[in-house]
């Protein structure tokens, strides 16, 4: 509470958590959800691809879409944990969908979930965090998922979220891979970007000033090269080091003893 109290926050502005007030909307994220919301609802191609790498927003970009289909009232599977046995992860999405808890075979409930996806007839999406660890059995069976259609499209639409780990692993995988209706590679941001997302942040948390210098912003970018995960660890750490000097703003010299000592501690 410290760091809110003296700068004037309401919240801490560059937290590691999946809060989505702080939601910010580069062209890579808008670009990448625009895609997503049109292979779920217009195309319903079944398997859509998001890939980036570590820290990029991909878990942002997975909650920002269910929160928003779901308003549009599809049933929605979030799936954080994917090491699932191909059993498991029939057995989750049944709960989801349907709130049932079934016990049987792998068929048994395969044939339940297609039973109730035909016979409800409302939109059903699986949603799949760091889907670059799911089990290649997994995998096939989210491709059996995919065989459920009828004339309008595929009745189950499936998003995988990955580093990019997961795009050679679908290497592997040819049949599931031909089957991706859209694919799209997060990118970092670029400076411009990097700067409107720090003052976004601390404008969506109640500053009432510009607490970043632009030379600040540059070094900070230039470390992190535009990864968000990066840019909250370097903007939370520059904000207790300001706080401990007793300064109102962060110059660059604040930020390169930052990343001088996040370098010693962690890169090293």
Known sequence: MLIEEYFGFKKHPFLNTC???FLFWSSEFKEGYARLLYSITESKAGLSLIIGEIGCGKTMLCKALKRDIEERKSKTSLIENPVLT???FLMRINLDFFEEEKKGTKAYIFKEVEKNIKKRKENYVILIDEA???PSKTLEEIRLLLNLEDKEG???QIVLFGQMDLKKKLQKEKPLKQ???IAYT???LNEKETREYINHRLKVAGAS????EEKAISEIHSFTNGIPRLINIICSNSLFAAFTKDKKRIDENIIKMVIEDYRKNLME
């Open 154 to 156: 595929k009745l189950i």
């Open 186 to 188: 997060l990118s970092p």
């Open 179 to 181: 089957r991706i209706g």
């Open 209 to 212: 000033y510009e607490i970043f």
């Open 19 to 21: 809060d989505l007030e």
């Open 86 to 88: 191909p059993k498991e």
């Open 132 to 134: 670059q660890i799911l």
